[in-house]
């Protein structure tokens, strides 16, 4: 009875909802996000600057070789020097 009860609580809140205007009617096969922007204000991590800059460090971080790190130079110790061709 109790499960009942709150189905059509549920099913009470959806139907003013939609004669409200506030309710975002989307099928299962498309994007979810649509309805959460409109509703909730939601921004996807994608389209925050925060983590943009995040993400643009780690690649830059991820991307560098051996030969972008520079080695620190210890007074007393064999320092090796990179090899070139000529």
């Known amino acids: 009875m109790e499960a009942e009860n709150k189905f059509f609580e549920k099913a009470r809140k959806v139907a003013k909802q939609l004669d409200s205007g506030d309710y ?26 925060r983590y943009q800059k995040k993400w643009a460090d780690f690649r830059a971080l991820t991307s560098r070789t051996l030969d972008d790190v520079e080695v620190p130079i210890c007074p007393g110790v064999v320092q090796w020097k990179k090899w070139s061709k000529s």
Do not use: H
Request: glycine content about 4%; overall charge positive.
């Open 24 to 49: 975002v009617y989307t099928p299962a096969s498309t994007d979810i996000t649509i309805r959460w922007r409109k509703m909730y204000g939601y921004v996807p991590a994608s389209e925050q600057v």
